[in-house]
């Protein structure tokens, strides 16, 4: 079993900064992919950025040019910087990981507001 535990989110301001960071532990076979989704209320979850294991990233429109994916092999930790928030972006954001066995998991999640 792999549990994914995310940290880091909270109440910010807009145009505000956070940085989510997201720790797998647990019986961790070989990661492929991790990836950040995020659903907000009355809607459906949605990718927000993934990275591969070599570091390739991709982002949802909606996010490029203000979010950072990145990841630390060694620590099986991947973590999404934040910036020039809007209150568009308030969810729940939930941590992914995809495996060489097949496998896939995902965090319990964490709460950003983005709110005056």
């Known amino acids: 079993q792999v549990q994914l535990v995310e940290s880091g989110g909270g109440l910010v301001q807009p145009g505000g900064s956070l940085r989510l960071s997201c720790a797998a532990s647990?019986?961790?076979?070989?990661?492929?992919?991790m990836g950040w989704y995020r659903q907000a209320p009355e809607k459906e979850r949605e990718l927000v950025a993934t990275?591969?294991?070599?570091?390739?990233?991709n982002y949802a429109d909606s996010v490029k040019a203000r979010f950072t994916i990145s990841r630390d092999n060694a620590k099986s930790t991947v973590y999404l910087q934040m910036m020039s928030l809007k209150p568009e972006d308030t969810a729940v954001y939930y941590c992914?990981?995809?495996?060489?066995?097949?496998?896939?998991?995902w965090g319990k999640g964490t709460l950003v507001t983005v709110s005056s």
């Open positions: 990275i591969t294991q070599t570091g390739t990233t």
């Open positions: 992914h990981s995809y495996h060489y066995n097949g496998m896939n998991y």
């Open positions: 647990g019986y961790i076979f070989r990661i492929k992919d």
